[in-house]
T-cell receptor
Framework: DTEVTQTPKHLVMGMTNKKSLKCEQHMGHRAMYWYKQKAKKPPELMFVYSYEKLSINESVPSRFSPECPNSSLLNLHLHALQPEDSALYLC???????????FGSGTQLSVL | GQQVMQIPQYQHVQEGEDFTTYCNSSTTLSNIQWYKQRPGGHPVFLIQLVKSGEVKKQKRLTFQFGEAKKNSSLHITATQTTDVGTYFCAGPFVSADKLIFGTGTRLQVFP
């Protein structure tokens, strides 16, 4: 199984809502990532988990809260987002940090 | 700050023509990876180059890593409509533990 599964595929939320994005991989990868991608831009790193511990937070606002419940799962909790947070949110995993990335199909998020 | 630039930003080609995208880093990279993202899709890994001056081929695609490990190129011979998408290079700066993506080159192929 070489897939990274992300849910939901699409999400529309208001600025007062709380929602969560979910990501799962069963490749035994020990590094997992959240990226944010705006239209026609490259993926922008948000968080890195290595061996289930947060190793990198790219100065992401606290309205984004990552969680790694176990080595296969990665969540991104969203609260009080702004319209400018609308983007494609990509989860990825790799065997080692800075190794080959396997991306999920992403969650297209719209904040109204 | 440290960045990875790609040129051109956008290119139209006629099917059958060749295409090249160039990737330039402000800092030495430990390795270089290339990804392809189809319209509406997610990035998909193509290849990784590690050694200075390395050249690798995948069918019609040729990848090079510069001698100084600060630049790379992807060349597609005889493009096909299936080559449409955005090509990103990505690499970790030496002693860094995160991948930085290049700005991307969007390729459009007309039949």
């Amino acid at each position: 199984d070489t897939e990274v599964t992300q849910t939901p595929k699409h999400l529309v939320m208001g600025m007062t809502n709380k929602k969560s994005l979910k990501c799962e991989q069963h490749m035994g990868h020990r590094a997992m990532y959240w990226y944010k991608q705006k239209a026609k831009k490259p993926p922008e790193l948000m968080f890195v988990y290595s061996y289930e511990k947060l190793s990198i937070n790219e100065s992401v606002p606290s309205r984004f809260s990552p969680e790694c419940p176990n080595s296969s799962l990665l969540n991104l909790h969203l609260h009080a987002l702004q319209p400018e947070d609308s983007a494609l949110y990509l989860c990825a995993s790799s065997q080692v940090t800075v190794g080959k990335l396997f991306f999920g199909s992403g969650t297209q998020l719209s904040v109204l | 700050g440290q960045q990875v630039m790609q040129i051109p930003q956008y290119q139209h080609v006629q099917e059958g023509e060749d295409f090249t995208t160039y990737c330039n880093s402000s800092t030495t990279l430990s390795n270089i990876q290339w990804y392809k993202q189809r319209p509406g899709g997610h990035p998909v890994f193509l290849i990784q180059l590690v050694k200075s001056g390395e050249v690798k081929k995948q069918k019609r695609l040729t990848f090079q890593f510069g001698e100084a490990k600060k630049n790379s190129s992807l060349h597609i011979t005889a493009t096909q409509t299936t080559d449409v998408g955005t090509y990103f290079c990505a690499g970790p700066f030496v002693s860094a533990d995160k991948l930085i993506f290049g700005t991307g080159t969007r390729l459009q192929v007309f039949p």
